[in-house]
């Protein structure tokens, strides 16, 4: 980003953003304050993410990743390429990081997945989400289907774009009314066609997380995860549900320490490390670009 107003200032962007990432890092290998710094963390991306827009439309087009606007509303990296009939940056964006740290993207990287986790911060209830599974794949399923009809009906793009827009408000309400009152990330779970392609995504990297045996079914851990992955039947399978982002919330509740990450040959807690390393080595790539 820097690259654009100086030539040369992108080095020492680069060098702070290193700095950057290797303090936050340290926050967050420790299980006890990771909850507390990705809160922030993906907070201030956001923050950036937005302002960073907000500057594009008033014209100050040096803050757009292309130089052109692009609506700033998950759905729209499944609508998008289904509509113009071609694939665009944000698709590759997305598996690139999903081949590279699995679900991150729902739990560090989303600019609207931020705001979901600001107001579903408090601790969940022991009831899962009624109808989960059947609602967000029908939700998937439509919009696939309403966007392939409008491509093939030849539908003008101010119309496709106004569309997007009043899902993007409506998820936004979701947002401030469901999730504030659940505790539980609604949006990301049951609106947004990008979380649950990720749901599914996410297993072409090789991290996992599972529960092992040492767990008592106290079900502590239920109540710090927001994302409904781990009711009764996710603890008493011994691995946390399809909505699992691996954010490691639950980690510090556990008593007996029986989540873990997997990745490899590598133990939970390199596993976890690594984990953190290259999340973290991510956010700190976004936060630098202009307007992801």
Known sequence: MAERFLPGLGWIEILLIGFYAAWITGKMLDPGQSARWRRITWTVFTFVFFGQLAMGLLGYERFLMTGKLHLPIPVMILGGPIFRGGISFMPILLLSTI???????CSQLCY????????????TDLKPVPNKFQIKHILLLAIIV???LLRVLGIDTRITSAIAIGFGIVG???IIFLSRVKGKMIHCLLWCPIGTL????KLVSPFRMHIDDSCTNCMACTRHCNYDALGKTDILNRKPGLSCT???DCLTSCKTDSIKYSFLWLDSKNSRNTWIVLTISLHAIFLALARI
Do not use: E, H
């Open 99 to 105: 081949i590279i740290s699995g679900p991150a993207w």
């Open 112 to 123: 609207f997945g931020a705001l979901d986790n600001l107001a579903a911060r408090k601790k």
């Open 146 to 148: 309403i966007t392939i």
């Open 172 to 174: 936004i309400g979701i």
């Open 198 to 201: 990720v749901n599914y995504m």
């Open 246 to 248: 691996y954010c490691g």
